[in-house]
């Protein structure tokens, strides 16, 4: 089976199914052995993700340019809003907000309190959209994934785990 080698400096070797390839990050020193090993052990979970990655690629088709112009611009316009209500109703204050081009996440909050989102939120549910901005802003307070992180978005969405759910 093909697959790229990314090395760098981590501690374990993942594996991850990117535009219907396998990508494979490991620590400096980690063998191709060793690699293919590990490939090897995974082929059932590597071959299931690839099929469903093709499957999708087929059933949506790719976003022109112009679709894509569209979506940042909706997207600038309603997570902006978004953002504004929910951080009213939590009591907090956030920095800027920037929409981006990301594949692999949906938004991300800098220690700065700036918060990112990826212009595809656009194309899942409001509730999952919702969610996303409350798991931002519930990092202004808890900048983990902890037990007390979750809590704060649970007082503002106490069905987040179905909305979750929703992205995947």
Known sequence: MY?????????????????????VRAPYGVTKKKIDEIVSKHEKWILTHLERQRQKSKNEPPLTDNDIKELKRQARIILTSKTERFSEIMGLKYGRITITSAKTRFGSCSSKGNISYSYRLMLYP????????????????????????YAIIEKVLPDYKERKKLLK
Do not use: G, P, Q
């Not at 790229?4 to 990508?23: A, D, P």
């Not at 409001?126 to 992180?149: K, P, T």
């Open 3 to 23: 697959y790229e080698i990314i090395y760098s400096k981590r501690k374990t070797v993942s594996l991850c199914i990117k535009e219907e390839k396998l990508i």
């Open 126 to 149: 409001e509730a999952a959209v919702d969610y996303v901005v409350v798991h931002e802003l519930a990092h202004l307070l808890e900048m983990n994934h902890s037990r007390r992180f």
